[in-house]
């Protein structure tokens, strides 16, 4: 079982940036494929980006791609969430998520293990 701590959330300015970080604990980290979610206030929890175990792939909604950017360290333990240009509508709670599975994809229920999230608040 892994455990998956998020941070670097916090209130930016529109088109402002930010970078999230995932740490992991318990099991390494490369084991797993890994995601991004959003939840705004009233919303659905969606998703954000992925990235495959080794970090060859990663795959982004189509509203952040192209401003959000999706990494990992494995040696780290840690996936990232680099965010620019960031919009009003990108103000949310930020979820980290592990799959045991290695095949990527952008389902919530598919994911097996979750942060406790980090609030991003972009003003405008």
């Known amino acids: 079982q892994v455990r998956l701590v998020e941070s670097g959330g916090g209130l930016v300015q529109a088109g402002g940036s930010l970078r999230l970080s995932c740490a992991a604990s318990g099991r390494t980290l490369s084991s797993y494929a890994m995601a991004w979610f959003r939840q705004a206030p009233g919303k659905e929890r969606e998703f954000v980006a992925a990235?495959?175990?080794?970090?060859?792939?990663?795959y982004y909604t189509n509203s952040t791609k192209g401003r959000f950017t999706i990494s990992r360290d494995n040696a780290k333990n840690t996936v990232y969430l680099q965010m620019n240009s960031l919009k009003s509508e990108d103000t949310a709670v930020y979820y980290c998520?592990?799959?045991?599975?290695?095949?990527?994809?952008?389902?919530?229920?598919?994911?097996?293990?979750w942060g406790q999230g980090t609030q991003v608040t972009v003003s405008s």
């Open positions: 990235i495959s175990r080794s970090g060859s792939s990663t």
């Open positions: 998520a592990a799959k045991e599975t290695a095949r990527v994809t952008w389902t919530l229920l598919d994911y097996d293990y």
